[in-house]
């Protein structure tokens, strides 16, 4: 459903385990730059009243979703650590078009969008099958049925307004150098590290 071309070699998950905090850390600072991302939009696009309608809904599971991380850091004696830069999403961000028009713009930032709810989806799918903490399994599990709506909402989105846009065509593009940028990740513990 998602059609990324590489998955994530389980063995990330041993990475995992082997710093709960972090990944917790980490998977916290992504909720709240996900509902940054969706505000956004909203901004520089309100003129589309049911786009800002959707995302004014997904932006407030976004930070249900941070407080829900920072609630298990709580729980379990770990403090939230300072924000985390992403280096994945910054190079996925480079290939986005900034020089189109409006709505190319607006077409390119749903996609760049739908591309990290689809990798943080792929990767909470794996977390929910393979970490053995039970309490986390489930989690995952929950968080990833909500990435995949994600997912399909800005997906939809952007080929609802994108329609003078080859917008498959675009994604297939994306989805090309997502393969060759993620190849460099899976080797810590962060969502997308």
């Given at each position: 459903?998602?059609g990324?071309k590489?998955?994530?070699d ?21 909720e709240?730059k ?6 956004t939009?909203?901004t ?9 309608t959707?995302?004014?809904v ?5 930070l249900?979703?941070f ?6 850091i ?9 924000e ?11 290939f ?15 996609l760049f ?6 990798r ?14 039970p309490?986390?399994?489930k989690?995952y599990?929950?968080l990833?049925i909500s ?6 909402t800005f ?13 498959d ?6 989805v090309?150098?997502?393969s ?14």
């Open positions: 459903m998602l990324l590489l998955e994530t389980p063995r990330w998950v041993n990475i995992v385990e082997s710093n709960i905090e972090e990944i917790l850390t980490d998977h916290a600072w992504c709240q996900a509902a940054s991302n969706a505000i939009i909203i520089l696009n309100s003129e589309y009243t049911d786009l800002v959707d995302l004014l997904l932006a407030q599971e976004e249900e979703h407080q829900m991380v920072h609630d298990i709580k729980k379990r004696g770990y403090k939230l650590g300072r985390r830069k992403d280096s994945y999403v910054n190079e996925l961000y480079k986005m078009n900034k020089g189109g028009n409006r709505l190319q713009c607006m077409v390119d930032r749903l969008s739908a591309m990290i709810e689809a943080s989806c792929e990767r909470f799918k794996l977390l929910s099958k393979e970490i053995k903490d309490e986390l399994s989690f599990h929950d990833m990435e995949a709506g994600h997912y399909t997906i939809g989105f952007a080929r609802k307004y994108g329609k003078d846009i080859d917008v065509k675009r994604w297939q593009e994306l090309d150098f997502e060759i940028v993620i190849k460099n990740y899976g080797k810590a513990e962060t969502i997308h590290g």
